[in-house]
């Protein structure tokens, strides 16, 4: 599977921007599918994840009811809506993705984007 990030740019605090995670490959329906950051200086961390169906979703305390992650299998993309954005969201953002079940933890990931930058002005 190879995935393509895109989507971030420039928004001022308390904006919003919708990130996207394209991926090539005739079986994305079956990974699961994840969105990382990682801001400058600061490891990687976990931000949300989506089951293969969209049925199990998960997100990291400090973007809960602010992010939504979606998927459409269809198209072979899964989404990350990010609303009232905070400085603190400021990071490179990747999408990750495995087979069976979703993890918070990096390493259990077999595919990742390139990455997307996503800056929060105050």
């Known amino acids: 599977v190879q995935l393509q990030a895109s989507g971030g740019g420039l928004v001022q605090a308390g904006g919003s921007l919708r990130l996207s995670c394209a991926a090539s490959?005739?079986?994305?329906?079956?990974?699961?599918m994840t969105w990382f950051r990682q801001a400058p200086g600061k490891e990687r961390e976990f931000v949300a994840a989506?089951?293969?169906?969209?049925?199990?979703?998960y997100y990291a305390d400090s973007v809960k009811g602010r992010f939504t992650i979606s998927r459409d299998n269809a198209k072979n993309t899964v989404y990350l809506q990010m609303n009232s954005l905070k400085p603190e969201d400021t990071a490179v953002y990747y999408c990750?993705?495995?087979?069976?079940?979703?993890?918070?933890?990096?390493?259990?990931?077999?595919?990742w984007g390139q990455g997307t930058l996503v800056t929060v002005s105050s």
């Open positions: 990750a993705a495995r087979s069976d079940s979703y993890y918070t933890r990096g390493r259990e990931y077999d595919y």
């Open positions: 490959g005739r079986t994305f329906s079956s990974y699961a």
């Open positions: 989506i089951n293969w169906s969209g049925s199990s979703i």
